[in-house]
């Protein structure tokens, strides 16, 4: 298979797990600067191997819902967190960052999902948050969920690892039913 076919097939799919997000994602979920999921091209190496949504996925409505179509090399940080966890385990090859709260932590706990996190205020100085911190999350293989309470000036976010987005796209589903008490979306 080209790399264009690739390219169409990771588009489609990112497609359809954004549209399970925009269908079903509580706005509880989506951090100031927007949520976004990305899914990477088998053997990605760089920031244009990774599709995203374009501006990423916002509060709209009461709801939430893409504020573009998917793209390669349009969302930096997703991408950074993808090509992090595929130097541990190349089939991880999507993610979504979305906005952490104390609540989701017992969620976490109730969708059994291996968890790890980070504290910011210990990152080195001169590295990304995303490098440095994905990356001590994945020293023995890939947790399900890494995510950090945010420092001075960040808010924190919860990054949801997995092969291909529409499953990514479900835990992140099912964590806002979770969130929401189970009533769906608020």
């Not at 076919?5 to 951090?31: H, I």
């Not at 947790?143 to 291909?164: H, M, Q, S, Y």
């Amino acid at each position: 298979m080209g790399r264009k076919e690739e390219e169409t097939g990771v588009r489609a799919r990112l497609g359809l797990a954004v549209k399970v997000l925009a269908d079903g994602m509580g706005p509880d979920l989506v951090p100031a600067a927007g949520a976004n999921i990305g899914y990477a091209l088998p053997g990605a190496r760089s920031p244009g191997d990774v599709a995203a949504v374009e501006g990423g996925i916002l509060i709209s409505g009461g709801g939430v819902r893409a504020s573009g179509g998917t793209a390669f090399g349009v969302d930096v940080g997703v991408a950074r967190v993808i090509l992090t966890t595929m130097r541990t385990d190349p089939a991880i090859r999507s993610a979504a960052v979305i906005r952490f709260s104390p609540a989701l932590v017992p969620v976490f706990g109730h969708l059994l999902l291996d968890v790890c996190s980070f504290d910011r205020a210990r990152e080195p100085p001169g590295v990304s948050t995303m490098d440095w911190g994905v990356a001590s999350c994945c020293r023995e293989g890939v947790p399900d969920a890494i995510f950090d309470r945010g420092t001075t000036g960040k808010e924190g976010l919860v990054r949801i690892l997995g092969e291909e987005p529409v499953t990514v796209a479900q835990i992140v589903l099912a964590m806002s039913t979770r969130l929401a008490g189970g009533r769906g979306n608020r």
